[in-house]
């Protein structure tokens, strides 16, 4: 009888065993609930004040506490540590919330992320000021871009936000229009920029918003959404007289924000807003490239209603999403001022750094060497960056051109349809049924 139930004891413990291991690869939550979470928590509260010492994170006490604990306390006076004000747990990591004393800054605590993320042994560890004197860490205990899941999407979202990727922290990279009205994603051949955009396409499918696509590769990207598209330019001069007509747009809502006495779209009577517009440009350098000298004033007049767009667009509601796989100066006159109105940076794999120093270099320095580290045998990974300086990794959960397109066509009838674009308008085509769904017999007409 003692056997067997040593033999059982054994079985458990391997089946134990067994099934951590399998929810280590397979299922990274489950085990970091379990298993990586207490561990952590427990390596944070043992080391703490001795991984700050070694990371230059604490300061000498003020001449009173040394006083104090000198000769009250009969203690050896050591350096001070910044305060634990709250430890919380996640699904994918630990929040550590510290108070700073004085003679730290938040850019310290940062400039020493990496090595408490090895003194702790997580996966990342990110700094967030919640308020003066106050920073937020985020630690993720495990690869979370792995296998990108997307959380559900809160109720309360805006009208002009979507959903686009997962941060390393575990938090959603939302597109927020109504704060960041103009942006610019770079990424190279096979880098995962496609995976970005059909990622944002389906997210504004589903929104009350006019969709505008710009392909200047005879539609082969943007096509396939063309239920949902308001209208579609597949050339460059199609593109030129799509822009335009954008901007005589741009001036007549101009004038009707000047008669209701408002400076923005939103402001407007919901009776009398005309429909957010978002114009999806998927390779710029097509608009500035030109073959022939006599193209180039047809060029640069299609640049000068980008650049408009980019300047004063926001306010009436015509947002500009830029992508393409290098931005700079060699593309001509123009290209530097349009790429100063992108507020928001989204960086993929890319083949040199100056690329990536185009697309952060001027709003987060520290982000260019983070973009050069991105593996090839990771599509979908990028940088984000906008102009507050702060920056994070982020990764586009898998999506088909086939699903985009679907929920393109299932969501049609919220396509608006405006007298301006009408000329642009795509056509639609019939998608055919599959083979096992014709049917086998001719049919024949019913007489009477």
Partial sequence: MTDVATLLEIAGAAAGAGGLGYAKVRAPRVYWSLVGLP???GRFTLTYRSTMDVCGLTVQPSGLRAFMTRNVARREVRPVPPKVRRVSGTSTGLKVSLRLPAGLEPADVVASSERLR?????RSVTVLESRPGVVELRMTGYDVLKRVKMPRPPRNSGPMMVPVALREDGTVFVRDYRQVPMALTLGSNQSGKSMYQRNLVAGLARLPVGLVGIDCKRGVEQRPYAPRLSALATTPE????????????MEARFDLLADHGVSDLWALPDAVRPVPLVVLIDEVSELFLVAAKKDEAARDQMVMQLVRLGQMARA?????EVCGQRFGSELGRGATMLRAQLTGRVVHRVNDKQTAEMGLGDIAPDAVTAVTMIAPDRPGVAVAGDTSGGWSRIRTPEITPDEAAAVCRTYASLTPHLSFLAPFRPAVRAVPLPEDARPHVAPRPVTE
């Fill in 238 to 249: 199609a593109a030129g007289q799509l822009l335009d007509a954008l901007v005589v747009e």
């Fill in 39 to 41: 561990v952590t928590w």
């Fill in 118 to 122: 090895h003194a702790w042994g997580v």
């Fill in 316 to 320: 009436i509601g015509i947002y500009l």
